[in-house]
């Protein structure tokens, strides 16, 4: 499913918080959150059970960072995406990506509805690694799969 307007339209923002960062490290949503923090994006990491990850500092939710989030990057288990879209909702957050590799990712088709009840705009597809400065060649490849 091409969505490359959605995807410029998220990667234009400022301030983009990625939910699902893990303090065990090598996830998908930790490569992505310092990947936009390197890239010199306003960058906040969500994860409710842990206080700091590799140094930075973690918030449990969308509602305590100190910046109102732009865009939501969903990096977690399916199942916290659709309670995430609740939150982006309460905040008026006008953009979320649910990140999805190969496997589901953290698509739910539960989440993508609330988003078209929300007004909310959903990508639900690919990674933004596959358009974030230098693409590496695994993710060239991706983009190329996924027909972006």
């Excluded at 090598?26 to 936009?36: C, E, G, R, S």
């Excluded at 732009?70 to 939150?87: F, H, M, N, Q, Y």
């Excluded at 539960?110 to 909310?120: F, L, R, Y």
């Amino acid at each position: 499913m091409l969505q490359l307007d959605l995807i410029h339209e998220f990667l234009d923002k400022k301030v983009i918080a990625v939910v699902g960062v893990s303090r065990n490290g090598d996830l998908p949503a930790n490569h992505i959150y310092q990947k936009f923090k390197q890239l010199g994006y306003e960058t906040y990491q969500v994860n409710p059970n842990s206080e700091e990850i590799d140094g930075d500092k973690c918030y449990p939710d969308l509602g305590g960072l100190p910046s109102k989030a732009e865009a939501v990057l969903l990096g977690g288990r399916p199942e916290v995406s659709s309670t995430t879209i609740d939150e982006c909702g309460e905040l008026d957050i006008p953009i979320v990506w649910m990140h999805k590799g190969f496997g589901q990712g953290s698509y739910s088709e539960e989440a993508v509805e609330k988003c078209n009840k929300a007004g909310i705009k959903a990508i639900v597809n690919g990674c933004p690694l596959m358009f974030l400065g230098k693409v590496d060649p695994f993710h060239k490849v991706l983009r190329w799969f996924k027909k972006f």
